[in-house]
């Protein structure tokens, strides 16, 4: 029984640290803590109203009133002057109003399909947000990945020049070594720690940045899970493509443009003829000397026709037509900037993946050459200390390269998938 439970313990515990250094894990806060996606979620939720308050166009308006007046006469005097007995005067009304628009020139059917496009539009600049967010969060999980090994890096490095420069003590006190290579050596310790020092500082500031964009804590984790994976096109132009119809930018500027279209079509339909009808029923009690009740029901047909505003009509029509090329061309510019921001984002893309494979191979060679002029140094062979040193910082340097090659590969591809328009936590593997 004891067993069991431990088992159960280390399977809940193991679980729970997975899920917490998980790159979905901190997305999933950043995109529930992100004020500025909150916004825009709220947003969208204004846009879908619009929805309903167009709706209204088509439905009948319903109102009802009432009144009720009480008139006190005093002091009232007939044409010879013989004074009249005061008098009081109280009367109420009651009415039901029903208003139907039969006809307004298509202005409440474009103003229903404009109200559907901004909502479209809203939810597009949303995702536009959640897509951006995403991008921060796993730019800051990755550099703070690349900052952490930098700073081990340095750290080791500060560790291994502290024993060399005991051992080269040592060996000047043997005379095996002059005192130029133990000043080397000093040099090289002192160079190793203004980088540790500098590795700190830059790491601070990359945990600084992981919780601005995440709102929650670093994980007190040595390794954070840096296995991610994106489904991207296999060439420029299956990107293209792709961007095409699913550019966040793009789709937003497309919906610009048919917004300005409805836009112009609702000023058009202000010069068109329009019809509505009118149902009424009143209530009037002690409604004159002679009627003390009245009840009234009326039916009323109306048909309007603008012709002449002062000219205003015709300016708002010119006005929805210059936005209508104005949005037009703005499209056509979107669509050449795409192309353009795709084609880099693919070229880096590539370029980062070869970057990746040929540091790679600079770190297994640096690896190889240290351990062996490393090796030959220690058994007093005809490596210099200067040798010894340059091999060191080759290794720092490649190992450092790659890694910071494998923060550029990754956020490359969201970056691109971003560009594409496919980014989505449902996306990342």
Do not use: H
Request: proline content about 1%.
């Amino acid at each position: 029984m004891i067993r069991y439970s431990l088992i159960i313990f280390i399977i809940t515990n193991f679980s729970s640290l997975y899920a917490e250094d998980n790159l979905k894990f901190f997305i999933e806060k950043a995109l529930a803590n992100n004020l500025i996606l909150n916004a825009e979620r709220k947003n969208f939720e204004s846009a879908k109203q619009n929805k309903n308050i167009s709706r209204s166009e088509f439905l009948p308006s319903i109102t009802l009133s009432g009144d009720q007046t009480s008139i006190t006469s005093t002091n009232r005097i007939d044409q010879n002057g013989s004074s009249l007995a005061d008098s009081n005067s109280d009367s109420d009304n009651k009415k039901i109003s029903v208003d139907q628009k039969i006809f307004s020139g298509f202005k409440g059917f474009n103003t229903f399909q404009k109200s559907e496009l901004e909502t479209q539009r809203a939810n597009l600049k949303l995702k536009k947000v959640e897509q951006q967010t995403i991008l921060d969060t796993t730019s800051a999980y990755f550099d703070f990945i690349f900052k952490s090994k930098n700073e081990k890096f340095n750290f080791t490095n500060v560790n291994l020049f502290e024993r060399q420069v005991d051992s080269d003590n040592a060996r000047l006190q043997k005379g095996e070594i002059t005192l130029t290579d133990l000043a080397q050596s000093e040099s090289s310790l002192a160079g190793a720690k203004a980088d540790l020092i500098k590795a700190k500082t830059e790491l601070l500031s990359s945990k600084t940045n992981f919780e601005n964009v995440t709102r929650e804590k670093i994980p007190k984790f040595d390794v954070l899970n840096e296995k991610v994976f994106l489904i991207l096109p296999n060439s420029l132009k299956d990107s293209l493509q792709l961007a095409s119809s699913n550019n966040i930018d793009l789709l937003i500027s497309s919906l610009d443009y048919e917004i300005s279209v409805k836009e112009l079509n609702i000023e058009k339909a202000r010069l068109s003829p329009s019809a509505s009808i009118n149902y009424s029923k009143s209530e009037n009690n002690d409604f004159s000397t002679t009627v003390d009740e009245v009840d009234q029901e009326t039916v009323k047909a109306t048909i309007t026709w603008p012709l002449i505003k002062g000219g205003e009509n015709i300016s708002s029509i010119k006005k929805s037509s210059f936005n209508k090329q104005r949005f037009q061309l703005i499209l056509q510019d979107t669509k050449n900037k795409i192309n353009n921001q795709i084609s880099n984002a693919w070229s880096e893309y590539q370029s980062s993946k070869s970057v990746l494979q040929a540091t790679k191979a600079q770190l297994k060679a640096a690896e190889i050459a240290n351990e062996g002029i490393t090796l030959e140094y220690d058994s007093g062979n005809t490596r210099t200390t200067l040798e010894l040193i340059q091999s060191r910082s080759l290794l720092l340097n490649a190992r450092i390269a790659f890694a910071r090659s494998e923060r550029d590969f990754i956020i490359s591809q969201f970056k691109l998938a971003k560009q594409l328009g496919t980014l989505s936590i449902k996306s990342i593997k």
